[in-house]
């Protein structure tokens, strides 16, 4: 699995990004273009997966956009619990796990177990 942070910059007209603790770099007219590219620049890196991407606006003229490139089907990786444990074989070891427990349902409270009442 590869992460990838890029600053965004948006100078004179022209959309320009740099990988935050890397060497990938990008510009382009729009932001969405430089978007396209730098998801390109990721994958032409790593190409374990499939692509996940989120763009953040921080200023008009500047953003944060993250690439994820594999990572085990939506963002399952950042599950607690078993992402410590599994080995380098990934996909592999999560089909062979066991399945998870049932959750128990639990009763709500009610105001009227509290004691008080909101609109007392």
């Known amino acids: 699995m590869g992460v ?3 600053v965004v910059k948006n100078s004179g007209g022209e959309w ?3 990988q935050h603790e890397g060497e990938l770099e990008a510009c382009a007219p ?19 997966g499939g692509v996940q991407s989120s763009y953040s606006p921080v200023t008009p003229s500047s953003s944060v ?7 085990g089907g ?3 990786a950042f599950v607690s619990g078993g992402a410590a444990a599994t080995p380098a074989g990934g996909a592999a070891a999560a089909a062979e ?11 709500e409270e009610s105001d009227d177990d509290m ?5 007392d």
Do not use: C, H, N, W
């Not at 729009?30 to 590219?37: A, F, I, P």
């Open 74 to 76: 939506g963002g399952g």
């Open 4 to 6: 990838f942070t890029f």
């Open 30 to 48: 729009s932001s969405y273009e430089l978007q396209r590219k730098l998801v390109q620049a990721a994958l032409s890196s790593d190409s374990s």
């Open 97 to 107: 796990a066991p399945p998870a427990e049932e959750k128990k349902e639990e009763k």
């Open 16 to 18: 320009k990004a740099k």
């Open 115 to 119: 004691g008080f009442s909101l609109f």
């Open 65 to 71: 956009f993250q690439v994820i490139i594999g990572g």
